[in-house]
């Protein structure tokens, strides 16, 4: 039996977790998942690490299927998340139910916080586009980051991120709400995708675990943690 290391980054963590557990069980392989930015997983694999499953943005899996760090046959659909703003626990919620809406709100706050991904880049060009200053942004490595910094700051804080990675949180403990996902006309629809890595070593078991993930019930699983 094989043990298989798959890279990921994005909101699809908390189901790939429980897929991975489920089809360790079912297949006798073991799965070790590790995820962390998207940036760091796309800088990690065109350097070189080994692994056996990549799990990236659909754009980044574009990107290494371009240079041929993974298996094209191998590569399964995992789904779509969205957007949404999270506020310290107890602050009122602010309306996001219209891009004017929205403005409003960002002009309240004393700052948005975004991650350094690409949901944050979409997020900073947002909050610009509305004619925003620059430093109406500020960055943090990770969702998790943005989540502690928008719930220990004394400042009124408005924290970006993909609505799955918000509600994993808070269900962790961290002392922060959702605001709202953001109104339909400025909403970002991230895909995830996963992939067997050219030069993994257990080709056949992560073919195994890629399939897995296209099943019916792993989709099910998927859904159940926001990702439609």
């Known amino acids: 039996m094989a043990t298989l290391k798959v890279l990921g980054a994005g909101p699809v963590k908390r189901g790939i977790t429980q897929i991975a557990a489920e089809f360790a069980k079912a297949s006798g392989h073991q799965v070790n998942v590790e995820f962390t930015g998207a940036p760091t997983v796309r800088e990690r694999v065109f350097a070189g690490e080994v692994v056996d499953v990549a799990v990236v943005p659909a754009a980044t899996m574009d990107e290494f299927a371009a240079a041929g ?4 046959a191998t590569r399964a659909k995992l789904g779509h998340a969205r957007m949404g703003l999270a506020m310290r626990k107890g602050a009122v919620a602010p309306d996001l139910s219209s891009t004017e809406a929205f403005r409003r709100a960002v002009e309240k706050a004393d700052a948005v916080v975004a991650n350094l991904a690409n949901s944050g880049n979409y997020v900073a060009k947002l909050v610009g586009d509305l004619g925003f200053a620059a430093d109406k942004v500020q960055r943090q490595p ?7 910094q928008v719930a220990s700051s004394p400042q009124q804080l408005l924290g970006a991120g993909q609505l799955p990675e ?3 949180l808070i269900d962790k403990g961290v002392a922060v709400e959702l605001a709202g996902p953001l109104p339909d ?5 991230t895909a995830y995708d996963a992939a067997v890595a050219a030069a993994s ?3 056949a078991a992560a073919a195994e675990f890629t399939a897995w993930l296209a099943t019916p019930a792993a989709r099910t699983a998927m859904a159940a943690t926001g990702i439609d």
């Open 69 to 72: 760090c993974i298996a094209p």
């Open 142 to 148: 990770d969702a998790v980051k943005v989540m502690e």
């Open 201 to 203: 070593a257990n080709a």
């Open 166 to 168: 918000i509600r994993e």
């Open 185 to 189: 006309a400025l909403q970002s629809v």
